[in-house]
């Protein structure tokens, strides 16, 4: 369907001035480097648009809009919202984020027709902008004083996809996927600039896994795109290769390679709805499965990579995404040359197949604990048996977690943590604590907590006398301490948290009863 006239031109404004209304929402009112963002950027796209205007009526262009609503845009659209609605059920900022989202998507409707009409005259309106603005806000988001890089993510991203093309069987496409292009390319300059602060990526990838049963929703948010887009062999095989490695690196070392999972909830989320969009990459079977492959275990590679270097892993799932979208030609010339399984059955027939092969896998992964909520690695027992057993790089990683709910207000943790820092001193088996007396935070805050034995030992610490002790956690330390990588644990029933201390693998809690005790052995 076609639509033209002379006032065509002026609908960009109207998303522009729509742009600068949303400035004053008090979420976005309230601070005055965001409101200058938004106005900023609505002045901008208003004056591309005024110029826009004079330069058609001087060459005497028509333009128009053709609507057209495609499947794999509105599909992806409503499976990526169903996923933010989740995920802010159980992470409210997601919610407050909202308004945020509203303007990248007025934003980029308002950029997007600009850099069209810039260059041709037919704009096709539909749903494009959605998948991409809530893609690049299911990894990304900057905090308010930095909000306008948004915008700058959003428009390098629709750029990438009117500017950067290639010819691919016979025709003009985009190399780069819209949405990992932008991501990838900002989280580089955040990485080279130490600036990975000004967002709040760390804490996307942390709260994805807060809502229950994440792993099984991403499963089946995804099969729609599965069974329409074949994509499935690129997300099983995604899927399968880090977990395998996963697997192998348990054998090896007793420990897990990502510490509280086999695949990261962030990471799994990206197998799922980021690289696998099917225009820029492989059209072969066996050419996706590379690709997938390739994903995974470039994650893997990305992960011990940025953690070697002391730099924020969230950025796993991100950087490579870009170099695989170049290589999928390549890969499919070396793909088509070998493989032929399924060549007989319709696409749907295949997709249904390989669906129901990956449906096989994710339930054995699921009863294993290969994916799900109650992955061992995610809670201190595993931990600190692996570091009585002297496991590699497992004292450190105790070290963190016990620091970590120190710093959510459990007192015995402050004194683990504290006991621990000592010891890693001494063993020189981690850097960051190479100074005993940096233990003395911990055991202050520990004591501070009204944590007894806390005070005790910072006492021993600071005069040099006496012995060091240990205590159980109080019934107070329990909600905190039993919480794992999942959100705020809010029971505080001690039957209840008796019983989720025995699910965790604390020893002697399972059958115990709060009457006779009010702490963990």
Request: aromatic share 14%; charged share 15%; hydrophobic share 45%.
């Amino acid at each position: 369907m076609g639509q033209a006239n002379n006032k065509t031109v002026l609908l960009p404004l109207a998303f522009a001035l729509g742009l600068a209304g949303l400035a004053f929402l008090p979420a976005v009112h309230g601070n005055p480097k965001t409101f200058a963002a938004f106005l900023g950027v609505s002045a901008a796209l208003s004056a591309w648009d005024a110029l826009l205007f004079v330069s058609t009526r001087r060459g005497g262009r028509t333009l128009s809009v053709d609507v057209a609503l495609k499947k794999q845009h509105y599909l992806q659209a409503c499976v990526q919202g169903s996923l933010m609605a989740y995920w802010g059920y159980y992470w409210p900022p997601v919610y407050a984020f909202a308004p945020f989202i509203l303007a990248q998507l007025v934003f980029a409707y308002a950029f997007d027709m600009l850099l069209v009409w810039s260059r041709r005259d037919v704009y096709t309106l539909g749903f494009a902008p959605f998948p991409v603005v809530v893609s690049i806000n299911l990894f990304l988001w900057f905090k308010p004083d930095w909000f306008y890089l948004q915008f700058l993510i959003v428009a390098l991203g629709l750029a990438a996809k009117e500017l950067i093309r290639w010819n691919r069987d016979g025709r003009r496409t985009h190399i780069f996927n819209p949405s990992s292009f932008p991501l990838a390319v900002v989280s580089v300059f955040l990485l080279a600039a130490g600036k990975s602060d000004i967002t709040w990526g760390q804490s996307i990838a942390t709260t994805q896994f807060y809502p229950p049963n994440m792993y099984l929703v991403l499963f089946l948010l995804g099969m729609p795109g599965q069974f329409l887009f074949g994509v499935t062999t690129m997300t099983m095989s995604a899927v399968v290769s880090t977990y395998v490695f996963g697997r192998l690196y348990f054998a090896a070392t007793g420990i897990y390679f990502f510490y509280d999972s086999y695949i990261p909830i962030s990471v799994f989320l990206g197998m799922h709805l980021l690289f696998n969009d099917p225009a820029t990459s492989p059209r072969t079977e066996l050419g996706r499965i590379i690709y997938g492959s390739l994903y995974g275990l470039s994650a893997v590679w990305l992960y011990q990579l940025l953690g070697s270097a002391g730099m924020p892993t969230f950025y796993d799932k991100l950087l490579q995404v870009p170099l695989l979208n170049l290589s999928a030609k390549w890969i499919d010339r070396v793909a088509g040359q070998w493989f032929t399984l399924g060549r007989s059955l319709t696409a749907r027939q295949r997709n249904l197949a390989y669906m129901s092969i990956w449906a096989v896998i994710f339930a054995g992964m699921s009863a294993t604990q290969g994916v799900g909520d109650s992955h061992p690695g995610q809670w201190l027992p595993f931990w600190r048996q692996a570091c009585e057993d002297g496991r590699a790089y497992a004292c450190p990683y105790l070290a963190d977690l016990e620091t970590s709910f120190c710093d959510r207000g459990s007192g015995w943790a402050c004194n683990e943590a504290g006991l621990l820092h000592i010891a890693l001193s001494r063993s020189g088996e981690d850097l960051r604590r190479a100074d005993p007396a940096g233990a003395a935070v911990p055991l202050r805050r520990g004591c501070e907590l009204g944590f007894a034995t806390a005070c005790q030992n910072l006492n021993t610490l600071t005069s040099g006398t006496g012995s060091f002790a240990r205590a159980q956690p109080t019934i107070e330390d329990l909600p905190i301490i039993l919480r794992g990588s999942k959100g705020e644990i809010r029971e505080r029933d001690p039957s209840a948290l008796y019983a989720l201390a025995c699910h965790e693998g604390w020893p002697d809690t399972c059958g115990r009863s709060p009457l006779t005790a009010n702490s963990l052995p």
